[in-house]
Every structure is written in C-alpha cells, then in structure tokens.
C-alpha cells in the first residue's frame, strides 16, 4: 500500500484521514496466501499533518488494535510490526485530530500460517 501513489490498480488511494479507517486486501498480493494469519510488515508515514498515531490491525476498532507508530507533523517516521490479518484484510487507522492526514507505506516483509 502506497497512499502517494493515487488511486488505481495499485493499493494507494487517498491519504489517510482521522476518522476514516482503511480497509486494505492482502491476499493475492505479494504472494500472500488465503491461510496467512499474520504478516511482518514495514510501516511508513510520511507528510502527516498532525501528532497521533498509525494503527494496523486485523479488524476495524479490535480489542488487540495498538498503536504501530507515532506521528509528528514535518517527520517521516517508520517502524517494523507483526500484525494479525482476518480474512485477508488488514485495517490502517488514524488517530488524530479531526481533518489530520497522512501519506502511509505498508511494505509486507513476509507472513504466518
């Protein structure tokens, strides 16, 4: 996933925006499988325009949700993360101050069955 990128064939799509959460298909991508359960991930954000957090999760507002990465405006900052995928799917949420963005890069390294 690459917001930077537009939208297209390629996951990217619009920044990510407080308040609206993205659901991201990983199966069939990088040569991830259906029976994937969780996948090693590289988190990027980058152009944010205001402090708060990236969080990567299974499902939308989960019990297990955590913060991937802290965010500041003017900084690009990455972190590494093992995160769950249910279905396939993956959720990239932010949590910030209402009308904040950011830019987001989700690079899978590999996965678990």
């Given amino acids: 996933m690459d917001t930077r990128l537009g939208s297209g064939a390629r996951v990217g799509g ?3 925006a407080a308040g609206n959460p993205r659901s991201v298909s990983t199966v ?3 040569g991830i499988p259906l029976s994937a359960k969780a996948l090693a991930v590289n988190v990027t954000a980058t152009n944010p325009t205001a402090h708060g957090f990236v969080q ?7 019990p297990g949700a955590f913060s991937t990465l ?3 405006p003017g900084l690009t900052r990455a972190a590494h993360a093992t995160v769950s995928i249910l279905d396939g799917q993956l959720f990239a949420t932010l949590d910030a101050p209402a009308g904040a963005t950011t830019d987001l890069v989700i690079d899978v390294s590999g996965y678990f069955e």
């Fill in 14 to 16: 619009p920044t990510l």
């Fill in 28 to 30: 069939g991508r990088c």
């Fill in 56 to 62: 990567i999760d299974a499902a939308m507002g989960s």
């Fill in 70 to 72: 802290a965010i500041r």
